[in-house]
């Protein structure tokens, strides 16, 4: 994963509710995926192994989160164990072939779960972080970012 997409999803971790942090786990899975795929194109099994790795660590932080009060949890868990096996025998095996099935399940649960986080209105679940409201500047030559806190009035230069 890219520095740039780490930054993005760190900063839509600390504005998420709870089911945007589902979400979150899942766009994070399925581009580790995707990226695995790219690696073992370019032969290189070592970036192939770490990409499913990291994604695998995010599908088991989904297994641990589920809500065993509720009957669903259970049909969760058996789609979850099945995109684990996909991508244990991936890394095991050396070749994506398994992945196409996880990645489709996968991607139907980001489906609903994206359906599902547009009608929570829970709020972010991260509480005292700094607000970001982002703008794109042209300097000399370049384009700045930058992001205003506007829960910082004591910020900038005080005449």
């Known amino acids: 994963m890219t520095k740039d997409l780490i930054q993005a999803y760190t900063a839509r971790v600390t504005q998420a509710s709870k089911t945007e942090l589902v979400v979150i786990m899942y766009e994070i899975i399925l581009e580790d995926i995707k990226a695995a795929k790219i690696f073992y194109k370019s032969n290189d099994i070592e970036s192939y192994t770490k990409e499913l790795k990291h994604g695998q660590r995010f599908l088991n932080e989904l297994m641990g ?95």
């Open 65 to 159: 989160n589920l809500n065993y009060k509720y009957n669903l949890s259970y049909d969760l868990l058996t789609l979850y164990i099945f995109a684990n096996k996909a991508i244990i025998t991936a890394i095991y095996k050396k070749t994506p072939e398994k992945l196409d099935g996880a990645e489709i399940v996968l991607e139907k649960l980001y489906n609903g779960f994206k359906e599902i986080s547009k009608e929570d209105t829970s709020g972010p679940v991260m509480q005292n972080t700094q607000q970001l409201y982002a703008g794109l500047t042209y300097g000399k030559g370049v384009l700045n970012e930058t992001f205003i806190d506007p829960q910082q009035q004591n910020r900038g230069f005080m005449a």
